[in-house]
């Protein structure tokens, strides 16, 4: 079974706290401010924070104390960062390497071919955990048209978890294809607006 990371930007912590009573456990956040207002108002409810937006570099010292995960780690410097700023007193930060795969009008995710040179960087820094591969991939109104980019992210994957036992996830699949994402061997759909509704404002 695929986790369901529920996705929470511009959503208030009050419906935060109503999906959480129904029993679900990890949130996704786009940005780190409204990321942290939120985090701060449900501090005791035992929640699991993910990072989904692209991260500045100079955020990176906030999001490494904020979040549990952060699934956007694209480029080296911010490895380092995210490595020097995680709190002793927290557990290593677990981080996901964000693959461009198929949208060239993307500046963000690194480059498939760069996968193999962070998760290296990733898995030698004592307080990250390397578990894996997160995805965007170019959203074809043609669904069809996404497999190919999540059969590669699924091979990708696969050289990943041959190089590194602590690797054990590939997010991908949105409210809209989800189940195709999972048919490629996604193991963790985030999922917005199929939860809470359409999003007023920002996409
Ligand atoms: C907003 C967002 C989602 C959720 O999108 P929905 O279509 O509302 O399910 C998932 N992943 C990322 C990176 C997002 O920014």
């Known amino acids: 079974m695929p986790r369901l990371l529920a996705v929470s930007k511009t959503q208030t912590a009050t419906a935060v706290a109503t999906l959480a009573a129904a029993g679900q456990r990890a949130f996704g956040e786009n940005y780190v ?12 409810a035992g929640l699991e924070w993910h990072l ?5 570099s100079n955020k ?3 999001a490494a104390d904020l979040f549990d995960w952060v699934q956007t780690v694209d480029r080296l410097k911010l490895v380092a960062a995210l490595a020097r700023f995680r709190p002793p007193h927290r557990p290593p930060l677990n981080v996901l390497v964000q693959v461009n795969i198929d949208d060239e009008a993307s500046k963000h995710g690194c480059a498939p071919e760069q996968v193999l040179e962070l998760a ?3 898995a030698q820094e ?6 894996g591969l997160m995805a965007i991939p170019t959203p074809h109104p043609d669904l069809e048209s996404r497999r190919p980019a999540y059969r590669d992210m699924a ?3 696969d050289t990943l978890v041959a190089r590194h036992s602590s690797v054990d996830t590939l997010s991908m699949g ?5 189940p195709l994402a999972i048919a490629e061997g996604a193991t963790m759909v985030r999922i917005g607006t199929a939860l809470f509704g359409p999003r007023a404002g920002k996409p």
């Not at 401010?33 to 005791?44: G, N, P, T, V, Y």
């Not at 004592?126 to 578990?131: E, H």
């Not at 949105?174 to 989800?178: A, C, G, K, N």
């Open 33 to 44: 401010q409204e990321a942290q207002a939120k985090i701060r108002a449900l501090a005791d």
């Open 52 to 56: 989904i937006g692209h991260l500045q």
């Open 60 to 62: 990176a010292e906030v």
């Open 120 to 122: 290296a960087a990733i």
């Open 126 to 131: 004592p307080r990250l955990v390397l578990r």
């Open 155 to 157: 091979v990708l994957f």
């Open 174 to 178: 949105m409210s809209d294809d989800f």
